[in-house]
């Protein structure tokens, strides 16, 4: 599984890093997370606002910062 978090490094950013890590650990699931900070490269991703959550290809989250519950809805949904 691959993860990239959208965002430029503001605070908001830092946390969905974390609560991904944290929802990863919860699950016991095995993943490369990846920061995307270059403004570049997140726009070719079509979202309108930071942080983003990119999983497996598919944005799933942007311009919020889930909790790690809904985060781990998302990473189970992606595993199905």
């Not at 605070?11 to 991904?20: A, D, G, V």
């Not at 606002?49 to 944005?59: M, N």
């Not at 910062?65 to 189970?76: C, F, K, N």
Request: net charge positive.
């Amino acid at each position: 599984m691959e993860i990239k978090v959208l965002g430029t490094g503001c605070p908001n950013c830092k946390r969905l890093e974390k609560r991904t890590r944290e929802a990863l650990a919860t699950m016991g699931v095995k993943a490369t997370i990846t920061k995307v900070t270059e403004m570049t490269d997140i726009m070719t991703y079509d979202i309108v606002a930071t942080p983003g959550l990119v999983i497996d290809g598919k944005v799933v989250s942007s311009g919020r910062v889930p909790a790690v519950s809904e985060i781990r809805s998302m990473i189970a949904t992606a595993l199905s």
